[in-house]
């Protein structure tokens, strides 16, 4: 017999905080984007870490985003085995530049795939995952 937990089996769309993402985490939970500046050359970056990946300075904090981004890249997922994504297909998997300077791996929702195009304005949302929620992006800004 499958214990319950293992007949719904593993869900690869949940975040696993630490100790150091964790304000990422509670900022995204609060309807926040998070990014992190450099004090040392001044640039942002995208995702967390706990130094700067352009001149090595651990002197990083935690700065707010605007939320606006574009859209860099995409690709529409017609199939994907793991879940839950395959109970989401068809879904826009995509790459954005936000405001700040970051570019970020993401999922375009609320928007027909025919009316995506490189350079279209998005602005951040939050899609519930499990006790955490995850940025999206959809249409505007």
Avoid: K, Q
């Avoid at 304005?121 to 929620?133: C, I, K, S």
């Amino acid at each position: 017999m499958t214990p319950p937990e293992r007949a719904a089996g593993p869900r690869f769309d949940l975040p696993e905080p630490d100790a150091f993402t964790r304000p990422y985490w509670d900022a995204a939970r609060e309807g926040r984007l998070l990014i992190r500046r450099c004090a040392g050359c001044g640039r942002a970056h995208h995702y967390p870490r706990e130094f700067c990946p352009y001149c090595w300075s651990e002197d990083v904090e935690w700065e707010r985003a605007s939320g606006r981004a574009t859209l860099y890249t995409w690709s529409v997922v017609h199939r994907n085995d793991l879940p839950p994504f395959g109970d989401r297909v068809p879904y826009v998997a995509a790459v954005v530049d936000l405001a700040e300077g970051p570019r970020m791996m993401t999922e375009v929702v609320e928007c027909a795939h025919g009316d995506l195009r490189i350079g279209r304005g998005l602005t951040v949302t939050f899609r519930a995952a499990g006790e955490e929620a995850v940025p999206v992006f959809r249409p505007g800004g």
